[in-house]
C-alpha cells in the first residue's frame, strides 16, 4: 500500500475542488490500463511515452481533458496522439482526476532514463510468423512513406479479405502480413516504378496482426481489440521487441472497422 503523503493529498485536493480525488481509484485505473505504457509508478516503458510521477495533477487532468475533448492533436505523422484520445474518451471526468491524483502523487523517476516493465498480459502475443504467406496470402496494398523513405506491401489471408468484402466482422484466423522495405534511392530520393510506388531496395522488417479465439481476453478493455495480436518480426522471422500497448491503443479508434486502417482496401479486392 502506498503511504500518502500530506503533499500528495494537498496536490489532490487542488486538483478538484469539487471533489476530493479518489487515490485508491486512480491507482486501479494506472494498475489495469494506464501502466502499460506509462509504468504503475509513472516511470514510462519506453522512450516515446511521457513519465507521469511527480507531475503536476492539474496538468495531468488538463492534458487528459484536452485529449478527450479533441483539443491536443497529432502533432506529425508518427504523434500516437491517436492513442491518448482513444483512451482518455474512455475516461469519466472523475476517472481523470483519480489518475491525475494517483499519479502526482508518486515520486519522480530516480534516474532519468530508467524504464519500467511491461504489463505481461498486454505484452505476451500468440502470432506466429505465416511460413507460407507467399502462396497462400493476397496483396491487397501498397503505401510509400516518404519520411522513411520506406515502402509497404501489404498481405492478407482469404479469410480476412472474404469478411472485409462481406462487411463482417474478422473470423479467427485472420491475418495480416506486411513487409517493409527501403525504397531504392536516386540522389536521396525514392525512386518511382511505373505504378507510382517506390522501387524497392532491401527488405527491413515485417509487421503482423493475427486474431485467434480468446487472444484479446486478458487485455483490459480500453485497449483490446477484440481478438487482435500483433507483432513485428525480423528477416529471420524472429520476433522483434515491442510494446503491444502502443499498437493497440492507435489502432484502437478503429474498432468500428474491425481495427484495421486498410479495412476498404481489402473490401475492394476482386
Ligand atoms: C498505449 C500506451 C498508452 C496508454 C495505455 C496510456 N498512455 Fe498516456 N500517453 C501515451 C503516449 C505515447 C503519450 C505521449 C504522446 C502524446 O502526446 O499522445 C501519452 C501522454 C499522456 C499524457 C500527457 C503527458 C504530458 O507530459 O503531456 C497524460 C497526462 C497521459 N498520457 C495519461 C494517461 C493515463 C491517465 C492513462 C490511463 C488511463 C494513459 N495515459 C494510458 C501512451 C499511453
Ligand atoms: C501511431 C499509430 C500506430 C501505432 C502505434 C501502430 N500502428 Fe499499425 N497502423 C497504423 C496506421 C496509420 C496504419 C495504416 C497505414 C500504415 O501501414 O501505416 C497501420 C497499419 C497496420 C497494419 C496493416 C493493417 C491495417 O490496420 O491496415 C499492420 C499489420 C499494423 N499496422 C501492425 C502494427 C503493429 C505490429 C504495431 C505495434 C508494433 C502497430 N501497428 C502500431 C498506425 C499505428
Redesign the pocket.
Known sequence: MKKVTIAALAAALSASAAQAADLEA?KV??M???????GVNGV?V?D?????AA?RPA???N??KA?KEGL?K??SPT???????A??T??SNE??AN??AF?ASLPGAEKGGAKSAQFPNVAKTHVAFPEDYKKTFVRYHTINFPATKQVRHYYANPATIAAAKAGKPMPDGAFILTEVYSAKLENGNPVLGPDGFYVVDKPLLYTAMATGAGWGSEIPD??RNGDWNYAVFSLDKQHRPI?Q??C???HKPLEGASYLFTLKQLASQK
Open positions: 486512480g485505473k494506472a489495469q490500463v494506464c501502466g502499460a505504457c506509462h514510462s519506453g516515446n511515452i511521457p513519465n507521469l507531475q496538468y495531468i487532468e492534458q487528459l485529449f491536443r497529432a502533432g504523434s500516437p496522439v491517436a492513442t491518448m484520445a483512451i482518455a474512455q475516461l476517472d481523470i489518475v491525475a499519479y480500453m485497449l510494446n500497448a502502443e493497440l491503443g492507435c
